[in-house]
C-alpha cells in the first residue's frame, strides 16, 4: 500500500534526524517540522477522511505507530541533549577556587646548633669527648673554683643572676644567695677535673647567662663553648697549634688567627684569639673597624691554683683551656653584623643558611 510506505519512509527519516540533531534547537526544528501542525506526519492524520474506508484501519494503524515512535525518540533525545547541554553550561560558568599547592618546607637545625654541632665534630676528630653540666651552678664552681677573688667584678649582681638558695647552704659573701645561672661553662671543667680520670681532653657547649643588655656584640643568654685540656708536657704550642686548626676548620684555610695577650682569673698566661676579617681579607673595613681582625675567644694554660683546687698536681700536670661564643663565631663566619638578628626568629633570615 503506497501510504503505508511513505509514512514508514517518513518515520524513518524522521528517526535519522533525530538521532543527528545536535542539540535542543536542532531537535525542536525537527518536532516541528514532523508533528507540528503544520507537521508532515500530521498532515497525514488530517487527510484520514479522504482515506478509502477499506484502508482507513490500516493507513490510521500506521499513522500512529509512526506518530508514537516518532515522539518516544524526541522525547529520549531531548532528555539527553539537554542533560549534556546543562553540563556543558555548568563546566563554562565553573570558577576555579582551588588554591596552589602549598608546599611544606623541610625543618633545619637552627644556626647556633648548627655551628655548634660544627664546632664540636671538629674536637672529637682530635680525640677530645663532649661534656655537659648543670645550667644552675653554686658559686663555688662558677668562679671560686676558677680562682676567682671574691670581690670580683663578675660575682657581683650587676653581672651574674643569683636565684633563691633553697638547700638551706650557707650564703655567699654577698649575704643573699650561693646559687646563680652559671656566666660560663668553665664550671663543665671544673667537674670533669674532680670527676674524670687524667689526661683529660673535653669540650663543654651549652648556655650561659649574664645581666647584659641586647646589641650587636652582646647577649643576656648565649651558647658558650669551652675547651680543657690536662696532660703531661701541655705547653702554650699546644694551645696555639689546636686554635689555629679551630679556626681554619670552621672559617675556612685561608683564615688567619692572632694571639694578644689579656688577663683571666683561671689561666696564666692568657691570651685573646683573633681571627682574620672575610670581608676584606684582613685589609681593613668597617666589619673589622679597620683593624682587618676580628675577635673570637679566650684562651690560655690553666692556672696552677685552679689545678691544685682540683685535686691535680700542677708540678706533673699542665694544661689549657679556651672559652668562646657561638654566636659570635656564627657570625664571624657568615658576616652577619649583629647577633641579634640569630634570635629574633624571622625566617627569610634564617633561611640563609
Known amino acids: ?22 542539540d535542543t534547537a536542532a531537535l525542536d526544528e525537527v518536532r516541528v517540522r514532523t508533528v507540528g501542525k503544520s507537521g508532515t506526519l500530521t498532515a497525514y492524520l488530517r487527510n484520514m477522511g479522504s482515506v478509502p474506508a477499506d484502508q482507513k484501519a490500516v493507513v490510521g494503524k500506521a499513522v500512529n505507530a509512526a506518530r508514537n515512535a516518532v515522539e518516544e525518540a524526541l522525547e529520549a533525545r531531548k532528555t539527553a541533549l539537554a542533560a549534556a547541554e546543562l553540563e556543558a553550561s555548568i563546566d563554562a560558568a565553573a570558577v576555579d577556587v582551588t588554591l596552589p ?44 673554683a676558677l680562682n676567682a677573688p671574691a670581690d670580683h667584678p663578675s660575682r657581683s649582681l650587676q653581672d651574674t643572676f643569683y636565684v633563691v638558695d633553697r638547700s638551706g647552704e650557707a650564703a655567699s659573701v654577698r649575704g643573699e644567695s650561693d646559687v646563680l645561672l652559671r656566666t660560663q661553662t668553665s664550671g663543665v671543667q671544673v667537674h670533669a677535673m674532680e670527676d674524670q680520670q687524667l689526661p683529660i681532653y673535653i669540650v663543654a657547649p651549652g648556655k650561659v647567662y649574664r645581666r647584659d643588655i641586647a646589641d650587636p656584640s652582646h647577649l ?9 685540656v690536662v696532660d703531661k708536657g701541655i705547653t702554650f704550642g699546644d694551645l696555639k697549634g689546636t686554635l689555629d686548626y679551630l679556626c681554619k676548620a670552621v672559617f675556612g684555610p685561608d683564615r688567619r688567627t692572632r694571639f694578644r695577650a689579656h688577663y683571666f682569673p683561671f689561666t696564666e698566661p692568657s691570651a685573646e684569639v683573633d681571627v682574620s676579617c672575610a670581608v676584606c681579607g684582613g685589609e681593613g673595613c668597617r666589619m673589622c673597624k679597620g683593624t682587618g681582625w676580628l675577635e673570637l675567644l679566650g684562651c690560655g694554660m690553666v692556672d696552677p691554683n685552679v689545678l691544685q683546687m682540683s685535686g691535680i698536681d700542677p708540678e706533673e700536670y699542665s694544661g689549657f683551656a679556651f672559652g668562646m661564643g657561638v654566636e659570635r663565631a656564627a657570625c664571624l663566619k657568615y658576616n652577619v653584623p649583629d647577633l641579634r638578628l640569630l634570635l629574633q626568629g624571622d625566617m627569610r633570615f634564617l633561611r640563609q643558611f
Open 1 to 22: 500500500m503506497a501510504i503505508v510506505d511513505e509514512l514508514a519512509a517518513l518515520q524513518a527519516e524522521t528517526l535519522a534526524a533525530i538521532e543527528a540533531a545536535a
Open 101 to 144: 599547592g602549598r608546599s611544606q618546607r623541610l625543618g633545619t637545625r637552627h644556626l647556633i646548633n648548627r655551628v655548634t654541632e660544627e664546632i664540636c665534630d671538629v674536637f672529637l676528630g682530635l680525640g677530645y669527648t663532649v661534656a655537659d653540666g648543670p645550667e644552675v651552678e653554686t658559686d663555688y664552681y662558677n668562679f671560686t
Open 220 to 228: 643576656p643568654q648565649f651558647t658558650q663553648i669551652e675547651g680543657l
